[in-house]
């Protein structure tokens, strides 16, 4: 199986000087959690979560009307091609603790996005079972005194 076989084709995106309000507000009305960050020639700069409006834009107190590129998460992302086997992104993701991975097209445009969930819908449940647990399990620290 390939991963143009599992991915989602319709990216929702935002630009990377929209404010955070605009996206958190798209989150809602489309019911997702995740967002590609594009330049003004469509070329992903980043990603923008759920997550990271509540810990970078609630939990650090900054303005609704921030940048996203502010926000964003960058230099780290998780790409793969359309024709790239989906067990060597299973690995990647497992390898990387990410849940989402942005198919890029050869021009390195963004076609579209897979998830853990999208490959669960295609896998057999053990096998997505083990790579949710791969992509899930952190070293144990313990927790400060507060």
């Known amino acids: 199986m390939l991963c143009r076989d599992v991915m989602l084709p319709y990216v929702y995106k935002c630009y990377e000087t929209d404010p955070v309000h605009l996206c958190a507000r798209m ?17 992903v700069v980043g990603v923008v979560t759920d997550r990271d409006l509540a810990i970078r834009v609630l939990a650090e107190n900054r303005a609704p009307g921030s940048a996203v590129d502010t926000i964003m998460t960058s230099g780290e992302l998780l790409t793969c091609r359309p024709e790239d086997p989906i067990k060597q992104l299973e690995e990647r993701m497992a390898e990387s603790k990410k849940f989402r991975a ?32 791969e992509i899930s399990w952190r070293a144990s620290e313990p927790i400060p005194n507060r």
């Open 102 to 133: 942005l198919v890029l097209d050869d021009l390195g445009n963004c076609i579209g996005i897979i998830s853990l969930s999208d490959i669960a819908q295609s896998e057999r449940p053990r096998r997505t079972g083990r790579l949710l647990r």
């Open 27 to 43: 989150m809602r009305d489309e019911n997702i959690g995740f967002l590609a960050v594009v330049d003004h020639h469509e070329k």
